[in-house]
């Protein structure tokens, strides 16, 4: 059962692809623990497109910010170090074998809500992509 009281974590990621599986890994035991294994399959594949599009459209740190706010949201926020806007989601195409843009498409069509705000972390300007899934 999931928890009544709100809690918030934060990842400290380097710009490095394997920073996906830590984060899914992380993720996966922050919800296992806070009691909320039915969004865990869910969280962990829009949290590795978030962290993924950080990594690897910036040069800098990025991090995975996780939060739980009763009676049921869990927000997942990725910051990475580029303020600029994320490209907008693109359609899926069928007929294309194209593996990039397709990520945020992908957020969209998963998760309740999802959006963008410019944010500053440890004095680097930035963004947070960010993305809620209602529990139950």
């Not at 993720?27 to 599009?53: C, K, Q, Y």
């Not at 927000?75 to 907008?88: F, N």
Request: glycine share 8%; with cysteine.
């Amino acid at each position: 059962m999931p928890e009544s009281a709100p809690w918030e974590y934060s990842l400290h990621l380097p710009n490095d692809l394997r920073a996906v599986t830590v984060s899914r890994r992380t993720l996966r035991l922050i919800l296992t623990m806070h009691g909320l294994i039915g969004l865990v399959d869910i969280a962990e594949l829009l949290a590795a497109e978030l962290v993924s599009n950080a990594v690897r459209h910036t040069k800098g740190p990025a991090a995975l910010r996780v939060r739980w706010a009763p009676p049921g949201t869990l927000r997942l926020a990725a910051w990475d170090a580029d303020p600029e806007p994320p490209q907008p989601p693109r359609a899926f195409a069928h007929t294309t074998d194209d593996e990039d843009g397709r990520g945020l498409a992908l957020v969209r069509a998963c998760a309740d809500v999802w959006g963008w705000q410019p944010s500053a972390r440890d004095g680097n300007r930035g963004k947070y992509v960010w993305c809620e899934l209602a529990a139950g």
